[in-house]
């Protein structure tokens, strides 16, 4: 402060800009106090204030700024403009516009400075009737004519809906700036039209305008949103030969679009060619690889990004917590939340969500539930991930009751998301009534007209309740071409119920649709086995085989001491096989047989090979993978912990009534994921209701 001292108001002034730039409030208070204390008397001369006020304007200060401003006997327009400049860039867009009448009736005008940042107020707030007032005011004022000036309305009129203003306005520009172009594009994405943003980027380049990283990232987010792979690619090149392949914003919109075109492999040969990467780059090539299948590359980025020492954000810990449901990694998220609330991010609304989403996807309704309730604020996708955990678990009666609480006391309106949670809750749970009401009503209460998603839930109720003629004339009636999840829907209940003609149909349209599905021909085959017309049953298989289709194995797996542990059916590669084999299968099996036997299970044989005896059968249905995973899980795990297994495949009746029995005969909690849903069993019952 001695040197400051010395040099005079210059070096003071200079003192307040580093703190600005810096974002140092420590520097910017201490030169304050030297400004009153050491130089000048109060007030502070208005070369020295507006300089203060900027820098407590721009740190989000704005009582002090305002009390400097309202001190000076003479404030000047440069003063109202900082302390403007400052609320907008804070999302303080309320202030920014009060104070805009307090500078009029200072009897001095605004300038190009001041009108963008109230333009930029007025779009952060979306008010309409403040937009024209303002674009108004910039025409009577003469500075509509003003680059950044108009610029600035373009972008308001956008942000505010006014669309057809924005248009116009732009159409007017004598000459379109960058920062138009860019506003024109940026705002197309945001409002969902990425068609509008290519053809003003093509545009742009017909007036001969240079694109900068704004215009590139841009069009890459509508070629992203467009899956237009061949013109982004030509984009990729086009930047390489302007020189922004370098450019850390550009280089993550390229990892962005490659990834959502399933690239995976450019979009990491971009990612490891940037020469820096910021928290926004590893998050980008973490969702990349989320995104397309890949949960445990990853994982595995996100741990160098640990070891790189990036603090976690609320996008990275959202990112991350959805590969917890690909890999069923419960334990993973587990860890990822208590990294959220080390990090004080837990509270935040969008990894609170992720959390929900993560939990209810791995089974945990319960601890999604307690992260729900402890929840401040909630937003569409927050309620959307509770209902889709309870979907997940057949809990219809709860999902109701959620969906009726977030109407009424959430003030959130349900979108198409939202319905086809509610219409698989009801489906697996069985709540015919209310899944029908819903169905019919939902485009006359809320506007959303029924895709295949949600025909494909109906079709699922109805073939609950045993009413598949019924299923099927909706599926003749629908307004688009059904689906396999629609004809699966079917099958799957024609499998059930044993409605072998009806199976037929529905097999016929999936062997169209998706000719390489095993599952399909099995589904079938086993329908005709349990009808007793094994001709048929062997036709089936006959027409797999004839055709080159292989059924996929059966492979369980579970996890235990960070290790997952991989089963197939009569697998004998275990490391543990011998303990698991001669052991469980031995001693514990032959005790737990027995007692099931005595609870009334028997093996159900129709799903083991046909060839086979009824003895052979009966070891077949024992070697499953699913059952072979549950002995490691009792082995291994302790009394009082849940054993989760997941399974590739549906699991089948067998294996369904089996674990059924040794939930209530060992007193142990059993969560298997198959390809379908989540069964829950605990007490010789499973959240299914035998219907899956």
């Keep these: 402060m001695a040197s400051l001292l010395a040099t005079g108001p210059q070096a003071f002034a200079g003192a307040v ?30 070369f020295l204030s507006n300089h203060l006020i900027n820098m ?16 000076d006997p003479s404030p000047s327009v440069v003063s109202f ?27 001095l005008r605004p300038n190009d400075f001041t009108l963008p940042s109230l333009l930029k107020a007025a779009a952060s707030l979306r008010c309409p009737s403040t937009a024209l007032q303002l674009h108004a005011f910039s025409l009577k004022s003469g500075l509509i004519s003003d680059a950044f000036v108009i610029s600035a309305a373009v972008n308001m009129y956008h942000k505010t809906g006014l669309l057809s203003h924005a248009r116009h306005l732009f159409d007017e520009m004598p000459r379109k700036t960058i920062v138009a172009w860019n506003a024109v594009m940026t705002n197309a994405v945001l409002d969902g039209f990425p068609e509008a943003a290519v053809s003003a980027f093509i545009r742009l380049r017909s007036a001969a305008e240079n694109p900068n990283e704004v215009s590139f990232c841009a069009f890459l987010n509508a070629c992203a949103s467009l899956e237009y792979f061949w013109l982004g690619s030509q984009l990729h090149s086009f930047i390489i030969r302007f020189g922004f392949d370098t450019n850390v914003s550009v280089g993550n919109a390229l990892v962005d679009f490659y990834g959502k075109c399933a690239c995976v492999a450019e979009a990491r040969q971009v990612f490891d060619s940037l020469s820096t990467k910021n928290d926004v780059s590893w998050c980008s090539i973490i969702v990349v690889h989320a995104q397309n299948a890949e949960e445990e590359e990853a994982f595995h980025l996100y741990l160098a990004t640990r070891a790189k020492g990036f603090i976690p954000t609320d996008f990275m810990l959202s990112s991350i917590l959805t590969t917890c449901s690909g890999l069923s990694g419960l334990n993973l998220g587990l860890s990822l939340h208590a990294v959220a609330v080390r990090s004080c991010i837990d509270g935040n609304i969008f990894v ?13 309704i319960e601890e999604a539930e307690q992260v729900f309730d402890g929840m401040s604020e909630r937003n569409l996708v927050t309620w959307n991930a509770m209902l889709s955990g ?27 998301v939202t319905l086809v949670s509610l219409m698989s809750a009801c489906a697996r749970g069985g709540r015919l009534k209310e899944g029908m009401e819903l169905f019919e009503k939902m485009e006359e209460r809320y506007g959303i007209k029924p895709r295949n998603e949600l025909y494909a839930c109906v079709v699922d109720l109805l073939g609950r309740a045993g009413m598949e003629e019924k299923a099927y004339e909706i599926i003749r009636k629908m307004p688009m071409k059904p689906s396999v999840s629609v004809w699966g829907a079917l099958l799957n209940a024609c499998r059930i119920h044993g409605k072998e003609k009806l199976g037929r149909i529905a097999a016929e349209e999936l062997f169209e649709l998706d000719p390489h599905d095993s599952g399909n021909h099995v589904l079938l085959s086993n329908i005709f086995a349990s009808a007793g017309r094994w001709e048929e049953s062997i036709s089936v298989r006959k027409e797999m085989k004839d055709v080159g289709i292989k059924k996929e194995p059966g492979c369980s797996w579970i996890t235990w001491k960070n290790e997952i542990h991989v089963f197939q059916a ?28 005595a609870a009334g299970y028997t093996p159900d044989t129709r799903f083991a090979l046909y060839e086979l005896e009824d003895e052979e059968k009966e070891s077949e249905v024992y070697q499953h993978s699913e059952k072979l995973a549950l002995a490691f899980g009792l082995l291994c795990i302790p009394q009082g912990m849940a054993i989760r297994i997941n399974k590739n495949l549906r699991v089948c009746g067998d294996c369904h009534e089996a674990i059924k029995f040794v939930s209530g005969i060992v007193g142990r909690e059993i969560i298997v994921r198959d390809n379908v849903r989540f069964h829950r069993f605990r007490d010789c019952r499973c959240s299914c209701g035998d219907y899956w």
Excluded at 56 to 71: E, M, N, V
């Design 17 to 46: 800009e580093l703190a600005v730039s810096s974002r140092s409030l420590l520097l910017g208070r201490s030169t304050h106090a030297q400004i009153i204390k050491s130089l000048y008397p109060p007030p502070v001369p208005s």
């Design 56 to 71: 407590y304007a721009k740190l989000d200060l704005p009582s002090p700024a305002f009390l400097l401003l309202s001190l």
């Design 81 to 107: 403009t900082a302390l403007i400049s400052g609320a907008a860039q804070n999302n303080r867009p309320l202030l920014a516009l009060n104070l805009f009448p307090l500078l009029l009736r200072s009897s």
């Design 352 to 364: 609170g969500s992720a959390l929900v989403d993560m939990y209810g996807k791995c089974g945990s």
């Design 390 to 416: 309870y979907a997940a678990q057949g809990n219809a009666s709860v999902a109701l009751r959620v969906f009726d609480e977030m109407r009424r006391g959430g003030g959130v309106e349900p979108n198409y």
């Design 570 to 597: 009569k697998d004998t590669r275990h490391e543990r096989n011998a303990e698991i084999q001669c052991c469980w299968r031995i001693l514990l099996l032959a005790d737990l047989r027995r007692r099931m036997a």
